[in-house]
């Protein structure tokens, strides 16, 4: 069993940037790929990015490219999600989650991930 805990939303200014942490207990995350999703009032849960086991992959969706950057830290078992130059388009609670066979190539897909986080919210105003 592993249990993810999102970290770092918060409120910010257009423009401006955060940084959301995903910790892990229970399991190694070190043979998982992982990802981040968020997802809007009233929308459906959107793919963010995804990294590899080792994480020297990296996916995104188009929307954030260039702007956010995923990353992970297997000794300290926690994974990020560097984000920049943030727009109100942003807001929307950010969930972490755990693929547990380490799908590559890396997966979009809610489906394949097996462990989700509870979500740390961000709010972006304009």
């Known amino acids: 069993q592993v249990q993810l805990v999102e970290s770092g939303g918060g409120l910010v200014q257009a423009g401006g940037s955060l940084r959301l942490s995903c910790a892990a207990s229970?399991?190694?995350?070190?043979?998982?790929?992982m990802g981040w999703f968020r997802q809007a009032p009233g929308k459906e849960r959107e793919f963010v990015a995804a990294i590899s086991r080792t994480g020297a992959i990296t996916h995104y969706s188009d929307s954030v490219k260039g702007r956010f950057t995923i990353s992970r830290d297997n000794a300290k078992i926690t994974v990020f999600l560097q984000m920049n130059s943030l727009e109100p388009e942003d807001t929307a609670d950010y969930y972490c989650?755990?693929?547990?066979?380490?799908?590559?190539?890396?997966?979009?897909?809610?489906?394949?991930?097996?462990?989700w986080g509870r979500g740390t919210q961000v709010t972006v105003s304009s």
């Open positions: 989650a755990a693929d547990i066979r380490g799908s590559y190539p890396l997966t979009s897909a809610a489906s394949a991930y097996d462990y």
């Open positions: 229970g399991r190694t995350l070190s043979s998982y790929a």
